[in-house]
């Protein structure tokens, strides 16, 4: 399956953005999404995940409250609302797809997408 991150950009502190993530596949469905954030002291750090049919959702502890995932299945396309935006979220974050329910890992998420560049200032 192909993916493709966009909406990222540059927000002041405070601010919202919303991430959005295409695929390709018409199984789109039967995946679960997450998705990730890579920085300078961070590598593929977890932010969130969604599971098949959007009934299960989970967060790292950092974004809890702030970030919202979602996905669409008649669109193909999964979403991060991220509000309150803090300089410490600037990353390049990447939505990932795979067929294990509850994981946190990003080695169990066998197809990536390109990364969109999100940019907090203080």
């Known amino acids: 399956v192909q993916l493709q991150a966009s909406g990222g950009g540059l927000v002041q502190a405070g601010g919202s953005l919303r991430l959005s993530c295409a695929a390709s596949e018409r199984t789109f469905n039967s995946y679960v999404m997450g998705w990730f954030r890579e920085s300078p002291n961070k590598e593929h750090e977890f932010v969130a995940s969604?599971?098949?049919?959007?009934?299960?959702?989970d967060y790292a502890d950092s974004v809890k409250g702030r970030f919202t995932i979602s996905r669409d299945d008649t669109e193909n396309t999964v979403h991060l609302q991220m509000d309150n935006l803090k300089p410490e979220d600037t990353a390049v974050y990447y939505c990932a797809a795979g067929n294990t329910p509850a994981t946190t890992l990003p080695r169990l998420y066998p197809y990536w997408g390109r990364g969109t560049q999100v940019t907090v200032s203080s």
């Open positions: 969604i599971s098949w049919g959007g009934r299960v959702t």
